[in-house]
């Protein structure tokens, strides 16, 4: 879904947003997920309680990465066609990444 409302932006970004949500996401919804990453509680907490990422109680959604991905495809040009991104584009996205996930957190 993402790639078809951004059509322009490269398939490495799109998979590296996604990465990062399934590493953060408790919810459960992943099943490919690595038997290393998996805490062994990893319980959604409920309303009140704090979690690692930060002091909000919901983990992060479908909702932001569809966010994520728009914030991206709104400030930064690749170049059309191409997977190729610079190291000032992939910081710009990390940047972009850790500020939309620590505001759900």
């Not at 290393?36 to 990893?42: I, N, P, W």
């Not at 479908?62 to 991206?72: D, P, S, T, W």
């Not at 190291?87 to 939309?100: F, G, K, M, S, Y």
Request: glycine residues 8%; hydrophobic residues 35%; charged residues 20%.
């Amino acid at each position: 879904v993402g790639r078809k409302l951004h059509p322009s932006l490269p398939c490495s970004i799109s998979n590296a947003v996604l990465d990062v949500l399934k590493k953060i996401d408790l919810s459960g919804r992943g099943s490919g997920l690595d038997e290393s990453l998996q805490v062994e509680d990893a319980t959604v907490p409920t309303t009140g309680q704090s979690n690692i990422f930060g002091h909000g109680t919901r983990c992060p959604s479908v909702r932001e990465f569809i966010k994520l991905l728009n914030r991206i495809s709104s400030s930064i040009r690749f170049e059309p066609g191409s997977d190729y991104t610079t190291e000032n584009q992939r910081l710009i996205c990390l940047a972009e990444t850790v500020d939309l996930f620590a505001m759900s957190c």
